[in-house]
């Protein structure tokens, strides 16, 4: 017998980053890497990171509830980002706390 247990997201992130000139690709690296990090973080439900055009990036990710989007805010992703925020981000990451209305699985 198979059981699903269905999670709530209930709570999201919405980060987005403008890329230094010469260093979107340093950007995009990054941004694939860490979800490595992500993986490793047990209340983060579902993590995304993206392109919109050639310097602008962002991560999308969802959670249970309000504990799990502070852990994420406070982990190893954030530290990181904002260790290399002056070399690689012509600007702090806007980051946007989110309620989730509705979602497709």
Known sequence: MNVKIEIMKKYGLLATVK????????????????????????????????QIDENSFGIFDTFENEDGREAHLNGAIAEK???????????????????ILASKE
Request: glycine share 2%.
């Open 19 to 50: 890329a230094k000139p010469g260093k979107e690709s340093d950007v995009a690296s990054f941004l694939k890497d860490a979800v490595e990090l992500a993986k490793k973080e047990e209340k983060t439900i579902t993590w995304y990171s993206f």
């Open 81 to 99: 980002l904002m260790a290399n925020a002056d070399t690689l981000l012509v600007e702090k990451p806007e980051i946007k706390k989110i309620d």
